[in-house]
């Protein structure tokens, strides 16, 4: 079967550093998306990998690791406004995206 | 019309009813998507279209269908609505249903079916 882990819950704190991960396990694999999705709002884009290595952009940076079927999410300077659920997924072999449940990660002062 | 749109926000339903719930674009994207989001569970696609006159299943079929007339719209339709339908809908879009694509949601409907 197909599965996406991460946590389901984080706390950090404003101004630090965190790293969400992300493990899967899918048939075939075409890239890795990360998306924001506050809540009761819709998911919004962040970062798409798919070639082993780190992408930055900005605050936020990603990494993948294929033969390891590993990714993180790298949130730096942390904000309030970071406060959301994280969500990853794999595109597959039939370019269909299988969601992880998704992070939400809390922010406090 | 900026992006994508969802009709309507919210609804409550009576179990056994028929309810479609309206999605367009106007990216002029080629592939939709429907999902459901569940507490606890992954985004879990309902179906799909990859362009205008073709559809696909996704993950959870069952209970629904959708048509793809034309670029713009994708309406999913319950048929006979029950409770375990109860969920969170969105509809999404990408440039193509193939490839590395960023989707699009749409801000959601939420259905609750009594």
């Known amino acids: 079967g197909q599965n996406i882990d991460q946590p389901t819950e984080m706390t950090a704190t404003e101004g630090a550093i965190v790293q969400i991960n992300c493990t899967y396990q899918?048939?075939?694999?075409?890239?890795l998306f990360w998306y924001q999705q506050h809540a009761g709002e819709a998911p919004t884009f962040l970062s798409y990998?798919?070639l082993d290595g780190l992408e930055e952009k900005g605050r936020f940076s990603s990494f993948l690791s294929r033969s390891k079927g590993y990714s993180y999410l790298l949130l730096k300077e942390l904000q309030m406004k970071d406060s959301a659920s994280y969500l990853c997924?794999?595109?597959?072999?039939?370019?269909?995206?299988?969601w992880g449940a998704g992070t939400k990660l809390i922010i406090k002062p | 019309i900026a992006g994508i749109t969802q009709a309507p926000t919210s609804q409550i339903l009576a179990a056994g009813r028929r309810m479609t719930l309206r999605c367009t674009q106007d990216?002029?994207?080629?592939?939709m998507y429907w999902y459901r989001q569940d507490l606890g569970l992954g985004l879990r696609l309902i179906h799909y279209s990859n362009t205008a006159g073709t559809t696909g299943k996704g993950e959870v079929p069952d209970g629904y269908s959708v048509s793809r007339a034309n670029t713009d719209d994708f309406p999913l339709t319950l048929a006979s609505a029950v409770p375990s339908q109860t969920s969170v809908y969105f509809c999404?879009?990408?440039?193509?249903?193939?490839?590395?694509?960023?989707?699009?949601f749409g801000p959601g409907t939420r259905l609750t079916v009594l």
């Open positions: 997924a794999v595109l597959d072999s039939n370019y269909q995206l299988i």
């Open positions: 899918t048939s075939g694999f075409n890239g």
């Open positions: 990216m002029r994207h080629n592939a």
């Open positions: 999404a879009s990408s440039d193509s249903g193939t490839g590395g694509n960023e989707q699009f």
């Open positions: 990998n798919v």
